[in-house]
Each structure stands twice: as C-alpha cells, then as structure tokens.
C-alpha cells in the first residue's frame, strides 16, 4: 500500500490550506486515516482521525475547530482543511492509513500501518 501527501506550503498566519492524500494499493474505504504533523525537534503528533466510513471524526486540541478531516472514498483520497493558521502550526504533515483487526478477546492484530513522505506547511507571522 502507498499514501502521498500534497497540498503543502508556505502560507501566513490566518490563511489556510488543504492538504491531500492519495492512496493506492489497499482497500481505502475499509481503512481509518490519519494525519499527524511533526515539527522540528519535537515528536510526531496526531492531528486529525476519520474512521472508514468518515462517521467518526477526532481532532487534536490544538487545531479543533480549524481543522477538518474529511475523505472520499471514491477518489481514495483523504483531506485536511487547515483554516486560521498560526506559526506554531508549521511542521511536516504526515498521512497515515491503519487497518486493526478485532479477533475478540482482546485480540487486535495491525494488518497494515502506511506512511506518507510528508508535506511541510510552514506559516509565517
């Protein structure tokens, strides 16, 4: 399977952006996504999560509502809609595709964790 991330650049603050990801080579609509950012000399956070059917949403508290995560599982492609942009939103976005299965009993096994490259959104003040 293989995620790519676009949309990425650099913005000022209040303006906004969408990123993209395209994904390819696994069954897009029966997995959840994710995008995690990850700025320099930090780790890597969780932004936003959708879950398969796009029923479910989860956002970072830093970002509620700024940002949104949607998809179209048409397109195999999953978005995030970043508006009010602040500096400290500058990082390298990542796009991630999770299948867990649930045998019951507590057994979970991960059939697949896809990574993008990552975008770099950068916004000046």
């Known amino acids: 399977g293989q995620v790519v991330e676009s949309g990425g650049g650099l913005v000022h603050s209040g303006e906004s952006l969408r990123l993209s990801c395209a994904a390819s080579?696994?069954?897009?609509?029966?997995?959840?996504m994710s995008w995690y950012r990850q700025a320099p000399g930090k780790e890597r956070e969780l932004v936003a999560a959708?879950?398969?059917?796009?029923?479910?949403?989860n956002y970072a508290d830093s970002v509620k509502g700024r940002f949104t995560i949607s998809r179209d599982n048409a397109k195999n492609t999953v978005y995030l809609q970043m508006n009010s942009l602040k500096p400290e939103d500058s990082a390298v976005y990542f796009c991630n595709a999770k299948l867990i299965r649930d045998y019951g009993q507590g057994i979970r096994v991960t059939a697949y964790d896809y990574w993008g490259q990552g975008t770099q959104v950068t916004v000046s003040s």
């Open positions: 080579r696994f069954t897009f609509s029966r997995s959840d």
């Open positions: 959708i879950t398969s059917t796009g029923g479910n949403t």
